[in-house]
């Protein structure tokens, strides 16, 4: 493709590793792109994730180049820009309290029918995101080999997402990372987001390059490939900095 406008990421497993803060040469990397074109962040994550693992690493990053970033978390059910002082909403599209709340009743009813609710967790399994109910079968804090060897091939998400979306029907359930079931209102995946941040940037899809380490048919950064918008795979923080060395010396 020509010089893409935007650069887009994934967070987890792309940017950082999975609840981590990104690496200094990510930031290095993160900081000099913003010099030259915008940067956008989606990620089923929550803003405290966002500000934490990627906002507060870019250090004495000027006003106007933080103005070139843009946050979407919850995979873009909320969409933050930076005014000059703070990142500060542009919309929010939060679940009702009765949403929520039969989301939640039935991640952990259908959890515990199958045998995937832990007894002994690392931290909270059920979060109330404001826009995304989501399960973490293992806790929030919860280490990256634990995490990785809880579901390699995927089975018992797919099984608890399906008993899940059998119950909720007005609402989108979908497998997120890799012990995570989310749940957002129908409808919204990455390629809403996406569609989202086209909208509201003017900046078509296909001047937007996006790195995930989802992309395959089923995978959850799969949506943003499918609507056209040109990516690249990679596999792990490492390989997107690598792939990123490329990019900026194109730029």
Request: include cysteine; glycine fraction near 8%.
């Amino acid at each position: 493709m020509t010089t893409p406008v935007l650069v887009a990421f994934d967070l987890d497993d792309t940017l950082a590793p999975s609840k981590g803060v990104i690496d200094p040469r990510i930031a290095e990397q993160l900081r000099a792109l913003l010099r030259t074109v915008d940067v956008a962040i989606i990620s089923g994550g929550n803003e405290a994730q966002f500000r934490s693992q990627v906002v507060a690493r870019l250090g004495d990053a000027a006003p106007a180049a933080l103005a070139r970033l843009h946050l979407l978390p919850t995979c873009g059910t909320r969409y933050l820009r930076h005014d000059g002082a703070d990142f500060v909403p542009v919309y929010a599209h939060d679940l009702s309290d009765e949403e929520k709340q039969a989301a939640l009743i039935a991640l952990r009813e259908e959890a515990e029918r199958l045998g995937l609710w832990e007894a002994d967790p690392w931290g909270e399994i059920l979060e109330d995101r404001g826009s995304q109910i989501t399960f973490s079968a293992l806790g929030q804090r919860a280490p990256r080999e634990a995490k990785h060897d809880w579901d390699p091939t995927g089975a018992k998400r797919a099984a608890l997402r399906d008993a899940v979306a059998a119950r909720l029907p007005g609402l989108e359930v979908r497998s997120g990372g890799s012990t995570s079931i989310d749940i957002t209102r129908a409808g919204i995946d990455k390629a809403f987001g996406m569609t989202q941040l086209a909208a509201h940037t003017g900046i078509p899809l296909t001047d937007m390059l996006f790195y995930g380490d989802r992309l395959d048919e089923g995978g959850n950064d799969y949506p943003v490939l499918a609507i056209g918008v040109p990516s690249v795979a990679v596999d792990g923080w490492e390989d997107t900095a690598d792939k990123l060395d490329e990019l900026l010396r194109s730029l």
